[in-house]
T-cell receptor, first 111, second 114 residues
């Protein structure tokens, strides 16, 4: 069964304190792995797509990496505005374009 | 680019009435649109997949007659919740893709059924 597990469920950081979020996945054939950011009461905002092991992508303070079993979202020197829930999703070869989501990691950054 | 809108952003209705939610891709043609449901502090649950001009494909456990989905054009999909009841209260989110892999999400619609 295709599955996505994110850890930790919640993470509290001080402003400037770098950390990483984990997304481990089990999928029959990975077509793509996606990271989204979701603010309360809003729809997910697209961050990154990763397709193959070893691939990395960066955007401002965020960097996403991918291995054959997991992905990491590294947050460097976070700011309070980075507080949100970060969702990881995979797209399996056999599932067409449907996404399988993890439960998310809720990040809180305090100043 | 890749903007998806939803209307309304929130709606309150009486039990037994029907509610229609629109999802539009504003700057691209969406060959496929998806409808998700999200309960508080939970992740997104896929309800159905719709391709322009075709019948929607519903996930197991989703009632087709209660959640009517129409994808009449490459920029518009609608979700109608028929004979809504309080247990249908939720946050409904659509997403759209142009045929490439990335899905872009709308801002969501908060439905409250009294």
């Amino acid at each position: 069964e295709d599955q996505v597990t994110q850890s930790p469920e919640a993470l509290r950081l001080q402003e400037g304190e770098s950390s990483s979020l984990n997304c481990s996945y089990t999928v029959s054939g990975l077509r793509g792995l996606f990271w989204y950011r979701q603010d309360p009461g809003k729809g997910p905002e697209f961050l990154f797509t990763l397709y193959s092991a070893g691939e990395e992508k960066e955007k401002e303070r965020l960097k996403a990496t991918l291995t054959k079993k997991e992905s990491f979202l590294h947050i460097t020197a976070p700011k309070p505005e980075d507080s949100a829930t970060y969702l990881c999703a995979v797209q399996a070869n056999q599932a067409g374009t449907a996404l399988i989501f993890g439960k998310g990691t809720t990040l809180s950054v305090s100043s | 680019g890749a903007v998806v809108s939803q209307h309304p952003s929130w709606v309150i209705c009486k039990s037994g009435t029907s509610v229609k939610i629109e999802c539009r891709s504003l700057d691209f043609q969406a060959t496929t649109m998806f409808w998700y449901r999200q309960f508080p502090k939970q992740s997104l649950m896929l309800m159905a997949t719709s391709n322009e001009g075709s019948k929607a494909t519903y996930e197991q456990g989703v009632e087709k007659d209660k959640f009517l989905i129409n994808h009449a054009s490459l920029t518009l999909s609608t979700l109608t919740v028929t004979s809504a009841h309080p247990e249908d209260s939720s946050f409904y989110i659509c997403s759209a893709t142009s045929g490439l892999d990335t899905q872009y999400f709308g801002p969501g619609t908060r439905l409250t059924v009294l």
